[in-house]
């Protein structure tokens, strides 16, 4: 599941000092990710998996330091089960979570919310509904997003929407967008997509891999 760590951000969980753990896996297709190692099965395979226990043994040795822990990708939300535990592990023993997720499988968001294992959402939003499936390289039923949306808005939780303003794509499109949802967009910045490099993939030591 776990194929790279950032071990101190300050950027990824609004206003927590957290570890980004990167899970590996994307159903989406979007042409400009720039972790495309981790979204490619042929790319992925290169890259060594890190161990889920070295990584909770790194988690406890850094709760003096660390307030939350981003899960990140690819995409999380198809690890299931297996994420869920995870998420109620780091909560039990003191961490803040947030999740970054494509909004594709509501049904893995409303068991969060329902076990209570995510403290904060973060879903992006790559364009359009009627333009959606250029932009994420796929056709996808888009109900499944929108229930996604609902059910982060209605959650009471403290979230966010993103949307990377993409060559072609405009802020007062995305804008109007938002205003026709009922959402707030943070806008990010397009850069040129580029593999996870080794550069990015840390491990736990801090060093990277071979």
Same mark, same amino acid.
């Given at each position: 599941?776990?194929?790279?760590?950032?071990? @101190?951000? $300050?950027?990824? $969980?609004? *206003?927590?000092?957290?570890?980004?753990?990167?899970?590996?896996?994307?159903?989406?297709?979007?042409p400009?990710?720039?972790? %495309?190692?981790?979204?490619?099965?042929?790319?992925?395979s %290169?890259?060594?998996?890190?161990? /889920?226990?070295?990584?909770? =043994?790194?988690?406890?040795?850094?709760? +003096?330091?660390?307030?939350?822990?981003?899960?990140?990708?690819? !995409?999380?939300?198809?690890? *299931?089960?297996?994420l869920?535990?995870?998420?109620?592990?780091?909560?039990?023993?003191?961490?803040?979570?947030?999740?970054?997720?494509?909004?594709? =499988?509501?049904?893995?968001?409303?068991?969060?919310?329902? /076990?209570?294992?995510?403290? #904060?959402?973060?879903?992006?939003?790559?364009?359009?509904?009627?333009?959606?499936? =250029?932009?994420?390289?796929?056709?996808? &039923?888009? +109900?499944?997003?929108k229930?996604?949306?609902?059910?982060?808005?209605?959650?009471?939780?403290?979230?966010?929407?993103? @949307? @990377?303003?993409?060559?072609?794509?405009?802020?007062?499109?995305?804008?109007? $967008?938002?205003?026709?949802?009922?959402?707030?967009l943070? #806008? %990010?910045?397009?850069? &040129?997509?580029?593999?996870?490099?080794?550069?990015? =993939?840390?491990?736990?030591?801090? !060093?990277?891999p071979?």
């Open positions: 599941m776990w194929y790279g760590i950032q071990r @101190t951000t $300050f950027v990824d $969980f609004p *206003g927590k000092i957290a570890a980004t753990l990167f899970t590996g896996g994307c159903n989406f297709r979007c400009w990710c720039h972790n %495309q190692d981790l979204v490619y099965p042929h790319r992925l %290169q890259l060594p998996q890190l161990d /889920e226990e070295e990584i909770k =043994h790194f988690l406890i040795r850094r709760k +003096h330091l660390l307030e939350g822990i981003c899960i990140t990708g690819g !995409e999380p939300t198809l690890w *299931g089960e297996r869920l535990n995870f998420l109620a592990w780091a909560k039990s023993i003191g961490y803040e979570t947030k999740v970054d997720t494509n909004g594709s =499988h509501p049904e893995w968001v409303e068991e969060a919310l329902k /076990e209570d294992v995510v403290d #904060f959402f973060a879903m992006d939003i790559k364009h359009p509904w009627e333009t959606y499936h =250029h932009a994420i390289g796929r056709d996808y &039923d888009i +109900h499944l997003l229930k996604t949306i609902s059910l982060i808005t209605q959650s009471g939780k403290p979230h966010q929407f993103r @949307t @990377t303003l993409i060559p072609g794509l405009s802020r007062k499109t995305m804008l109007t $967008f938002a205003q026709e949802m009922n959402i707030d943070v #806008f %990010q910045p397009y850069r &040129d997509p580029h593999p996870l490099g080794k550069e990015e =993939h840390l491990s736990l030591t801090g !060093e990277t071979a």
